[in-house]
């Protein structure tokens, strides 16, 4: 019987998960398919027994419900839980368990340009949801240090805070970061500040950034933020957003059917995706 998968969130017009999991079922010619739903908050709890009752293989969860969807699950595994948000669920022998795959495929891209986080010192800029999944994925790693810079201390300080892997971390204004900016070996930019269709926009200037450090934007529309351009203009190393996506969808392709995909598949199905949709 050919099995279902199945992404939601509100609104999901956009998501690129669709063509990205269906091309990969069709390539590994697997009998599967993946289907978008968007789904209210109010109903996220009827669309996740309906699925479960229905026997759903598997699915991806998105903006905005991958924190309300940890209570209607069976399980949630540790780092998932500890960053307070699910974005794959594997249907295992008929309980729903739950898991983030958004850190662990920021990593795996960040390794296509930096072998190993540990020793480095890092700067993640934001506090939201994207940038607790990459803190706590990256604590694991042993960095030299890992600071938050955020408009909002308070939510830096929780971050930091609520993290249950041990670290040297600082929370800092962004005008703060902003000073200090040459003191990093990697920084992560995860706020939505310079997404389309706001492209202008960036979070802090980059007048202090060290030519020798990488610079990461996880925006992938606009391709190359404003950010990552000025970045690039003053030598550093940049990756954007598509790295992230795809192998965080990768990594949930591995959970679903126990095959590692082909990644450059993957990006170059993505790149085409946005093709027609950049800005
Ligand atoms: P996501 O889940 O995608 O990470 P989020 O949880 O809404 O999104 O988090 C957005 C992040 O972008 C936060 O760090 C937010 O800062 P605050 O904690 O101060 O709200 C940051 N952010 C969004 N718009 C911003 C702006 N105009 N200036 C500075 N920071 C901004």
């Known amino acids: 019987m050919k099995k279902l998968f199945a992404v939601l969130g509100d609104p999901i017009g956009h998501s690129m998960s669709p063509i ?12 599967a398919h993946y289907l978008p739903f968007q789904v209210k908050g109010e109903n996220l709890r009827d669309a996740v027994k309906g ?11 998105t903006v905005p419900h991958k924190s309300e969807i940890i209570p209607l699950l ?26 983030n795959t958004d850190g662990p495929g920021f990593l795996k891209g960040l390794h296509e340009h930096v072998p190993s986080a540990a020793g480095q010192k890092i ?25 938050i810079a955020n408009r909002t201390l308070e939510t830096a300080l929780k971050l930091i805070g609520d993290c249950p892997y041990t670290n040297f971390s600082r929370a800092l204004s962004l005008a703060e970061a902003n000073q200090k900016l040459a003191e990093y070996d990697l ?23 060290s030519h020798e450090s990488m610079v990461c934007d996880i925006i992938y529309n606009p391709l190359e933020t404003q950010f990552l351009r000025e970045a690039s203009i003053k030598g550093a190393k940049i990756q954007n957003g598509i790295d992230m996506f795809v192998y965080q969808g990768a ?6 059917t126990g095959i590692f ?8 199905n993505v790149l085409q995706q946005l093709g027609g949709k950049i800005c």
């Open 20 to 31: 990205m999991h269906n091309d990969l079922f069709s390539y590994y010619q697997i009998d």
């Open 51 to 61: 699925l479960k009752a229905i026997g759903v293989a598997g699915f991806n969860v």
């Open 74 to 99: 069976d399980e949630v595994d540790e780092l998932a839980a500890s960053i307070g948000a699910v974005n794959t669920v594997v249907n295992e022998g008929g309980k729903l368990i739950g898991y």
């Open 123 to 147: 700067l993640v800029i934001g506090a939201g949801g994207a940038a607790r999944a990459i803190y706590f994925t990256l604590a694991r790693e042993n960095p030299l240090a890992i600071d």
């Open 187 to 209: 920084i992560i930019q995860t706020t939505t500040i310079g997404m389309s269709p706001k492209i202008a926009d960036q979070p802090l200037d980059l007048g202090n950034l």
């Open 251 to 256: 990594l949930a392709f591995e959970r679903w």
């Open 261 to 268: 995909p082909d990644v450059e598949r993957m990006r170059e």
